[in-house]
């Protein structure tokens, strides 16, 4: 089922079988993916589809009621999630989770408490983004979403994570302000990161992404190269639909209400959310 | 002039007060925990001190060195087990453990102590003497002393919170558990450091307490629990520069009661208590409500 991939060896980041519950919900049913170095692995999916779940559970602030989390080949499936950020997994959560009340600064500075080595610095995240260092010592509840976002993609970096997981970047930001936080990317992975990416907007991430797969409902509909699926069999892996029978039936799943942003209802529409968001 | 002095030993006393409720403020603003034993702790840390200087001979102020660091010690098993444990269930736990603790203490002390009231007595030093402006206000060494030391307690903390590692830790944790967890805070470790600086502040307090006054089991909840819950609410929640001000608005409404009539000490406290409540539900100095 897997293609072959560049990099081939030994997966970073490895999920077994995951089955994660949310009360009687069975938000993850039984979903595997191999994340090797250096890749951009993007997970896409409608809403309610369980990509956030994933990450989640990846990170470890879920447990799962059966599965495997595998991290360089030490399974982590019952470590604390503090134990897998130190070890080397970061996560910029859905909505940015900043610390309101702390400076921009303090909350780079939280993210350095327990870094690893490498080469990212509260400085060298900076550089990366040139408005922030006059803004230091502002509070992050002064800032703009999309400034949010920044602070809150350098808050991971200066951990010096081996894998980052990034949750929903495009969520409630201007599509120009997405595109440019998708546009540091390469500078990031150029320090030797491995990316693994939930993203509602599937142009987005088909454009960033050297791995793919589609959830839906809690399942894998669809794994590959971006370069390997055809648009058509994205589309029905997103909706669920049969494969080339169209969009002759219904979208199986109803969950599209109130979680996602506004604008982001293009479930119903039969075509691939294109990414054009409404904020 | 008898108001001036009354006034002035309001808010000498309103030191005493804040460094009660710093502790509790601490408690609440960082984990959510409303410490329904605090008071009873201040009097076990006044218990401890009587029990250092019966074995060691130290002087009361000296007991502070041994005292503090005791509480503190306690205070962080106490959150890393049976607090954090009830935290884990739901916030309403705590109250429920919290209240058990306090009752636990109290019948402790009466248990294995006696229900006499204590005192830490300072012997024959300066501490123990006045100086007077006037002819009617009269200010004991000691209650500036006290004053001073909360002040300084609280200067520290604001320091200790506003710029150290750990204290941007703890406001970090106090905005975003998770998000700490995912920057590799682990949450309880700093949960416990909080709640070891809560119980270092109010052993402090506690035997500060002892010295000005008198103490027994009960005084625990029957007193110092209200108080600093007083102080805490007529500041405001969070910050400990409302601490410190709730408490000398706490103390200076008693002294002007007490001066119209002795017995509406008590009630004084509570009608300005009651007065922010209705008009200023957050509290003198805090911010707008926050989520």
């Keep these: 089922m897997n293609a072959p991939r560049p990099g081939n060896g030994t997966p970073l980041l490895e999920v077994r079988d995951l089955v994660v519950h949310h009360g009687q919900l069975r938000a993850l049913d039984g979903v595997s993916l191999r994340v090797f170095p250096g890749e951009v692995y993007a997970i896409i999916g409608a809403n309610g589809a369980g990509k956030s779940t ?37 996560m910029v959560p859905e909505g940015r989770r900043l610390f309101g009340s702390l400076t ?35 509070r992050t509840a002064q ?3 999309g400034e949010q976002q920044s602070v809150a993609i350098g808050r991971a970096l200066v951990a010096n994570p081996r894998v980052l997981l990034l949750d929903e970047l495009s969520l409630g930001l201007a599509p120009v302000v997405v595109q440019r936080i998708y546009a540091m990317l390469p500078q990031i992975l150029a320090t030797g990161l491995t990316v693994l ?15 793919l797969q589609c959830l839906l409902e809690g399942h894998t509909t669809l794994e590959g190269r971006p370069s390997d699926v055809t648009p058509a069999q994205v589309e029905a892996a997103y909706f669920g639909l049969a494969e080339g029978d169209g969009r002759a039936e219904g979208p199986p799943q109803g969950g599209s209400g109130g979680m996602g942003p ?16 409404g904020a | 002039m008898a108001w001036v002095n009354a006034i002035i030993q309001g808010i000498l006393t309103g030191g005493l007060y804040a460094l009660f409720a710093c502790g509790l403020s601490l408690m609440f603003g960082v984990m959510k925990v409303v410490n329904l034993a605090h008071g009873d702790l201040a009097i076990l840390g006044g218990y401890i001190a009587l029990g250092v200087i019966a074995v060691t001979h130290v002087p009361v102020l000296w007991s502070v060195v041994i005292v503090v660091p005791i509480m503190a010690a306690l205070g ?16 309403l736990t705590t109250l429920l453990v919290t209240f058990g603790l306090s009752v636990v203490i109290e019948n402790g002390l009466l248990q294995f102590v006696n229900a006499n009231s204590h005192s830490l007595g300072v012997g024959d030093s300066i501490i123990t003497k006045s100086f007077s402006i006037g002819s009617q206000i009269q200010i004991a060494y000691l209650l500036v002393l ?51 600086i809560a119980f270092g502040t109010v052993a402090l307090a506690g035997i500060a307490y002892g010295m000005y006054s008198q103490f027994a089991p009960t005084t625990g909840t029957d007193t110092i629990l209200l108080f600093a819950f007083a102080a805490v609410v007529i500041g405001g929640l969070g910050s400990l520069w409302g601490t410190l001000l709730g408490g000398v608005v706490l103390g200076v409404a008693q002294q002007i009661g007490a ?8 009630l004084a406290g509570y009608i300005v208590l009651l007065a922010v409540l209705v008009f200023r539900p957050q509290g003198l100095t805090a911010r707008k409500a926050e989520s």
């Design chain 1, 54 to 90: 994933l990450l989640r559970t990846i990170a470890g602030l879920h447990q799962p009621t059966e599965g495997a989390i595998l991290y360089d080949g030490k399974d982590m499936t019952k470590v604390r999630p503090e134990r897998r950020a130190t070890a080397g997994i970061a």
């Design chain 1, 104 to 138: 921009v600064e303090e909350n780079l500075q939280v993210g350095a408490t327990y870094a690893r080595k490498g080469p990212w610095t509260i400085e060298r995240v900076y550089e990366l983004f040139g408005w922030m260092s006059e803004r230091r010592t502002q």
């Design chain 1, 143 to 145: 800032l703009s979403g």
């Design chain 1, 197 to 211: 990416l939930v993203e509602q907007d599937v142009s987005q991430a088909l454009r960033v992404a050297s791995h």
């Design chain 1, 262 to 277: 506004p604008g982001s209802g293009g479930v119903t529409g039969g075509v691939v959310p294109p990414g054009e968001k």
């Design chain 2, 76 to 91: 962080y098993v106490m959150q890393r087990t049976m607090i954090q444990a009830s935290l884990d269930r739901s916030v």
């Design chain 2, 146 to 196: 006290i004053f001073a030391v909360a002040v300084v307690v609280l200067l520290g903390l604001q320091y200790f919170l506003s710029s150290s590692r750990y204290g941007r830790m703890i406001r970090a944790v106090a905005d975003d558990r998770e998000a700490a967890q995912l920057s590799g805070v682990d949450y309880r470790h700093v949960f416990g450091i909080a709640a070891a």
């Design chain 2, 259 to 266: 001066q119209i009539n002795i017995s509406y000490e008590v």
